[in-house]
């Protein structure tokens, strides 16, 4: 079994930056990719970035890459994602998700955070 929980949420302004941890408990955490997704209210949860198991493999959404950074300290049992130049469609939950493969399919997903909600307004 792996814990995740997120944290970091919050109220910012458009074009402001917020960076969000996901803490891990459990099982070695640097054996697992790391992924972050993202629900929006009436919306699909949908895929955000992903770090392989070591930090040397990331992929971004189209949305947000170029604004988003996802990175992990395994030392740390930490992962990040660190959003700059926030817009109002970033509003959603923010997800973190732990798999034994590097993916963008959250199928393969096995363990989830319980989320924490980012809002950007005007």
Do not use: H
Not at 15 to 44: I, N
Not at 70 to 80: G, L, P, Q, V
């Amino acid at each position: 079994q792996v814990q995740l929980v997120e944290s970091g949420g919050g109220l910012v302004q458009t074009g402001g930056s917020l960076r969000l941890s996901c803490a891990a408990s459990g099982r070695t955490f640097s054996r697992y990719a790391v992924g972050w997704f993202r629900q929006a209210p009436g919306k699909e949860r949908e895929f955000v970035s992903a770090i392989n198991w070591s930090g040397g493999n990331t992929y971004y959404a189209d949305s947000v890459r170029g604004r988003f950074t996802i990175s992990r300290d395994n030392a740390k049992n930490t992962a990040y994602l660190q959003m700059n130049s926030l817009k109002p469609e970033d509003t959603a939950v923010y997800y973190c998700a732990a798999s034994g493969l590097f993916s963008l399919q959250q199928g393969t997903y096995d363990y989830w955070g319980q989320g924490t909600q980012v809002t950007v307004t005007v």
